[in-house]
């Protein structure tokens, strides 16, 4: 079956240290998203790729950063910059054209020790 | 960013009364999408509308889109448990998505 798996489920981070969150697409899109959820907030776009090698910025893209080597993978690093990062973390993907639905992981729901 | 408002937030209903969620812009939208995430789960795409003044419908659901193209609207008939969630609309600009605040449905039985 073809879909988007987030790794891990649940992820625990030290102050001070960098994670990597996991999105990978078997579903041949060109275009991926990473987003943040608040609890009881709506999803706020971090970062987005619409090709291989390219990226750009979502409107809460400061402590984080991502690539996009492979059209399937796009990792998503919360760094030591970002203050506030327990959230829950969802990956989209959507064919590249405009008014395509986007599909969803599981997401990684990502907490401070 | 686009601005795209959703009203109510939280929304509690008995089952079998009706639900209805808005989703308004103040700039005229090319398309819009809504998405249902069940309660610990992630956003499912439900539907997209494109056209001014267009109506769909699935099963109980009824989605409409603004003659203007600055809001719309899904209401729910008869609601069952299995509606409980929350409904975002979204909005594609062509290169991201804007994503409502999200209406939250918790149905009584």
């Known amino acids: 079956d073809g879909g988007i798996t987030q790794s891990p489920k649940y992820l625990f981070r030290k102050e001070g240290q960098n994670v990597t969150l996991s999105c990978e697409q078997n579903?041949?899109?060109?275009?991926m998203y990473w987003y943040r959820q608040d609890p009881g907030q709506g999803l706020r776009l971090i970062y987005y790729?619409?090709?291989?090698?390219?990226?750009q910025k979502g409107d809460i893209a400061e402590g984080y950063s991502v690539s996009r080597e492979k059209k399937e993978s796009f990792p998503l690093t919360v760094t030591s910059a970002q203050k506030n990062p327990t959230a829950f973390y969802l990956c989209?993907?959507?064919?590249?054209?405009?008014?395509?639905?986007?599909?969803f992981g599981d997401g990684t729901r990502l907490s401070i020790l | 960013g686009q601005q795209v408002m959703q009203i109510p937030q939280y929304q509690h209903v008995q089952e079998g009364e009706d639900f209805t969620t808005y989703c308004n812009s103040s700039t005229t939208l090319s398309n819009i999408q809504w998405y249902k995430q069940r309660p610990g789960g992630h956003p499912v795409f439900l539907i997209q509308?494109?056209?001014?003044?267009e109506v769909k419908k699935q099963k109980r659901l009824t989605f409409q889109f603004g003659e203007a193209k600055k809001n719309s609207s899904l209401h729910i008939t008869a609601t069952q448990t299995t509606d409980v969630g929350t409904y975002f609309c979204a909005v594609d600009t062509g290169n991201q998505f804007y994503f409502g605040t999200g209406t939250s449905l918790t149905v009584i039985p």
């Open positions: 790729s619409q090709i291989v090698n390219d990226f």
């Open positions: 509308l494109v056209k001014s003044g």
């Open positions: 989209a993907s959507s064919r590249q054209s405009s008014n395509q639905p986007q599909h």
């Open positions: 579903l041949n899109h060109d275009a």
